[in-house]
C-alpha cells in the first residue's frame, strides 16, 4: 500500500478509501466502508462532526467530511477506528473503558503525531497499544 500520493486522493478515486476497506484485522475488526461526504455528519446529540462511524458486529462503516485536509482526514481515522473498536468489542480493554470523547480525539491526534498518516498497519498499531 502506497500513500505517497496521499490519503485525500486514495479516497477520491473511488469514493472510498479501497486500500483501508477489509485491511484493518487487528484480529477483531474489518473497516468494511470508508466513504467521503459532503453531507453533515451529527453525532448522538446533533453536533456537527468530522465523521461518524456505524458499527455493524465487527464491521466498520465510516464516513468523513470531504472538505478535510489530509492531517484531518487521518486523524478522523484514528479516531473512528479507536472509538468503533471500544463500542464493538465484547469486552473492551482497560485502556479504554473510561474514555471519552475528548479523550479519543487527544489519542487521535497522538497517533498521527507519532505514526503519521493513517493506514492499516499504523491503525493496527494504535489498536494494539490499547490493549486489542
Same mark, same amino acid.
Given at each position: 500500500?502506497?500513500?505517497? +500520493? ?8 473511488? +469514493? ?18 470508508? %466513504?467521503?461526504?459532503?453531507? @453533515? ?5 446533533? %453536533? ?16 468523513? %467530511? ?8 487521518? *486523524? ?15 469486552? @473492551? @480493554?482497560?485502556? *479504554? ?16 503525531? %507519532?505514526?503519521?498518516?493513517?493506514? @492499516? ?12
Amino acid at each position: 500500500m502506497h500513500y505517497h +500520493g496521499g490519503l485525500r486522493r486514495s479516497l477520491e478515486s473511488a +469514493g472510498r478509501l479501497s486500500t483501508l476497506v477489509e485491511c484493518l484485522t487487528s484480529r477483531h475488526f474489518k473497516i468494511f466502508e470508508v %466513504r467521503l461526504t459532503a453531507q @453533515p455528519l451529527l453525532d448522538p446529540i446533533e %453536533r456537527a462532526g468530522s465523521a461518524q462511524t456505524v458499527v455493524s458486529g465487527a464491521r466498520f462503516h465510516i464516513f468523513i %467530511r470531504a472538505d478535510l485536509d489530509e492531517r484531518e482526514l487521518s *486523524v478522523s481515522l484514528y479516531h473512528e477506528v479507536l472509538e468503533a473498536a471500544t463500542v464493538a468489542a465484547e469486552s @473492551p @480493554p482497560d485502556a *479504554v473503558l473510561e474514555l471519552n470523547e475528548g479523550y479519543f480525539e487527544q489519542a487521535a491526534q497522538s497517533a498521527h503525531e %507519532r505514526l503519521g498518516i493513517a493506514s @492499516p498497519q499504523t491503525l493496527n498499531q494504535l489498536l494494539a497499544e490499547f490493549g486489542f
